[in-house]
């Protein structure tokens, strides 16, 4: 354990120190790429690489590279979703590492192992969805990116945007969101034997229920948007959907019914749940609730917290009917007043409002 590229800590709440946790492994980043080239494919010393690069530097390293070839990419192509096309992937391939690299190391922890398990189904959900609405689609962009495009009217400073925030920062933010697992890493080294009690039950399971909530959220979504391309085209309800679904329905445009009474984003809502567990969590374990990982969540709930009244504001201005639902239902939380949620069913004969108001992010 001594041989590791880990800290020495005398306390559980030392496993949270930027100073004693990161900062003296910062310079493994500028010999990482010589002791890649000197081990070449051999992959034995590979591992030993691997094992000797302290966990949150290798993932430092990848981060830094991907970031480079995603600014390249959209520069290239003019297409400025590359870092989308990754924002469901990157958080598991993250949580992995530390996992396995615990694991290589002789580090065993439920508590990295069950976090690796949430962050793939996590994945594999967000994925599918994202895939499954033409993401991955050759060319295919996310519209506001048009927007900001048109807003910015500047090639030179669009080019410094594109680096500084959809390249760098985002790259910086999605690796910030896992480093929970990076302190996870450094409690079960210092602590030896782990338990894995109640409360961390507790957490993995809320987790794991904001994962579902977020399910069936995008899954609402996705069948209204079904039911409304198939009443568009043929000017008929589909027989699954005449029940769930009224004319007036679809020719508002954008769900009410559902976890979509309660909230304009309910997916979004869930998925910054998902990451504040983590980050709860962690705090919770080390009894020390400020603390230099919880950057992550705060840059990924501004993420949201920017982008949805981007979003809004575009629907609003096409669509006068939004603003209503806008009033009557919350943006993230359900709106604590005597007015009841918005009915699925809106009065008839109000004139209907199309909605576009999905985030890339729950692609």
């Known amino acids: 354990m001594a041989s590791l590229p ?7 709440s030392e496993c949270t120190s930027f100073k004693l946790t990161v900062l003296p492994y910062l310079a493994q980043l ?13 992959l034995e010393r590979l591992n030993a690489v691997y094992l000797a690069t302290n966990p949150l530097i290798s993932a430092v390293a990848l981060g830094s590279v991907l970031a480079a070839i995603f600014f390249l990419a959209a520069e290239i192509n003019r297409n400025y979703s590359q870092v989308d096309r990754f924002w469901s992937i990157l958080p598991a391939v993250y949580n ?14 439920q508590t990295l192992d069950t976090i690796a398990v949430i962050s793939v189904i996590w994945s594999a959900r967000l994925t599918f969805n994202y895939w499954r609405k033409g993401g991955y689609q050759i060319g295919s962009e996310d519209y506001r ?4 495009r048109s807003k910015v009217n500047n090639v030179f400073m669009f080019t410094i945007f594109n680096f500084l925030f959809i390249a760098v920062a985002q790259s910086i933010l999605l690796l910030l969101i896992t480093c929970p697992s990076y302190v996870f890493v450094n409690i079960a080294n210092s602590q030896g034997a782990e338990t894995f009690g109640l409360p961390d039950l507790a957490f993995s399971r809320a987790a794991f229920f904001f994962i579902i909530i977020e399910t069936f959220a995008d899954q609402q979504q996705w069948n209204f948007q079904t039911a409304k391309q198939e009443y568009q085209k043929n000017a008929r309800i589909a027989g699954s959907n005449k029940d769930q679904y009224s004319p007036e329905d679809l020719e508002r445009g954008f769900v009410v019914s559902g976890l979509w009474s309660w909230s304009r984003h309910p997916n979004f809502a869930a998925e910054q749940a998902v990451w504040l567990t983590m980050y709860l969590w962690v705090c919770f374990r080390t009894e020390t609730y400020f603390q230099w990982t919880g950057l992550g969540i705060l840059g990924y709930m501004m993420i949201f917290q920017g982008s949805a009244p981007l979003t809004e504001g575009i629907t609003a201005s096409k669509y006068p009917e939004y603003v209503e639902y806008q009033a009557r239902v919350g943006r993230f939380l359900p709106r604590l007043s005597a007015e009841a949620p918005i009915p699925a069913k809106i009065k008839k004969g109000r004139k209907a409002a199309p909605s576009e108001v999905e985030d890339k992010k729950s692609n």
Do not use: K
Not at 96 to 109: P, S
Not at 145 to 148: G, K, R, Y
């Open 6 to 12: 880990l800290p020495h800590v005398e306390s559980l």
């Open 30 to 42: 500028q010999y990482l790429p010589a002791s890649l080239r000197e081990a070449g494919r051999d």
């Open 145 to 148: 990116w048009q927007i900001v």
């Open 96 to 109: 992995v590492h530390f996992a396995a690299w615990a694991r290589l190391a002789g580090i065993r922890t």
